[in-house]
């Protein structure tokens, strides 16, 4: 074979191999220009690919892969896609919030109780119940929230308690004739109670105090004496009068009163129920005084500041004796 030949056969074999070289370095670069994409929906992975520039939007819609305007998504939708880059989008779930008798429907992709309550403007203060916990977690199976509104009040609930009106007999009285011991008063009876509602209705009911005024019994003297028949004299003129043989000088009217303190009277004597009173200097020490109401003769034997004019202050044993007597308006007769 002549050079020239074997030289043509070579320039075809190396023609030959270029174009077989270009056809696979094609054929590799169709193969291998693509940009490589994630999509993760959720919890789920689409794996998707595309020549030349794409944004998010583009690849959605080749991917027939649609969103609601609750749901996230990142990157943005106009974003330029690149090799290897991740599209993730979060779906939003539709949940139910119940709270103050109003349910609230919300597609949100919160999904902390807390996170959706604030989107939605709910308050909720330290005593409110929330289920599930404020901290819990949401998802398409457990989608619903109730809020119940936990109130605490006192309320004070007031009983008055009557008192007992009780009769004493009282030898030394006369009979028809009363006297007021003791005024009566009515007692109270108070209970402060805690009251717990939710959502307005009582749930429970504590007593956390009691207090009790006791009423005070109103007690009365009944009169039982049989008054002592005598003869009425008008004043400065002498009549027999109703103890031994003395007779009396005058009758007066008197506003007598009670006291029970002091070892000496102001004349020197030792007091003694039944005979010592207290009157104004008009009247000397050792003056005798019947006072028919009291079926008794007493003899001045002591003074007293608030002693003048027409009063006169009886000697009584004990402080009770002096409230029982109290004060009285009495008829005095002054003997010789």
């Known amino acids: 074979m002549s050079l020239s030949k074997i030289k043509g056969l070579m320039h075809e074999k190396k023609l030959i191999i270029g174009i077989i070289f270009f056809l696979l370095t094609m054929t590799l670069f169709i193969l291998f220009d693509k940009n490589h994409i994630i999509v993760k929906i959720d919890h789920e992975e689409v794996s998707t690919s595309f020549r030349g520039t794409q944004t998010v939007e583009e690849v959605l ?44 429907k919300i597609n949100t992709t919160l999904n902390k109780v807390e996170d959706v309550l604030g989107q939605l403007e709910l308050q909720v203060d330290e005593d409110d119940k929330v289920e599930p916990s404020l901290s819990s977690t949401i998802n398409k199976e457990n989608n619903s929230i109730k809020i119940v509104r936990v109130e605490e009040k006192i309320e004070v609930k007031e009983t008055s308690l009557d008192y007992k009106k009780i009769e004493k007999k009282n ?74 043989s003395q007779t009396s000088v005058k009758t007066i009217t008197v506003e007598a009163t009670a006291y029970y303190v002091g070892d000496r009277t102001a004349s020197g004597t030792k007091p003694s129920a039944n005979r010592t009173i207290a009157a104004s200097s008009s009247y000397s020490f050792g003056t005798k005084m019947y006072i028919p109401a009291l079926g008794n003769t007493y003899v001045v034997e002591d003074r007293g500041g608030a002693v003048t004019g027409n009063k006169i202050d009886i000697y009584f044993n004990t402080r009770e004796e002096c409230v029982r007597f109290g004060r009285k308006s009495l008829q005095v007769q002054v003997l010789q």
């Open 171 to 244: 030898s030394n009285l006369l009979q028809g004739k009363t006297n007021l011991v003791q005024r009566g008063s009515t007692g109270l009876k108070t209970i402060e109670e805690k009251v717990v509602l939710e959502d307005g209705t009582e749930v429970s009911r504590e007593v956390i105090s009691e207090n009790v005024k006791k009423p005070v019994d109103e007690i009365k003297e009944i009169g039982t004496k049989v008054p002592v028949k005598k003869t009425i004299t008008s004043s400065n003129k002498s009549v027999p009068a109703s103890r031994g």
């Open 61 to 104: 819609k080749n991917q027939n892969i649609s969103l609601k305007k609750e749901d996230k998504i990142e990157p943005a939708l106009h974003t330029e896609l690149e090799d290897g880059d991740i599209i993730k989008i979060q779906r939003a779930i539709p949940i139910t919030v119940v709270a103050d008798g109003t349910e609230h």
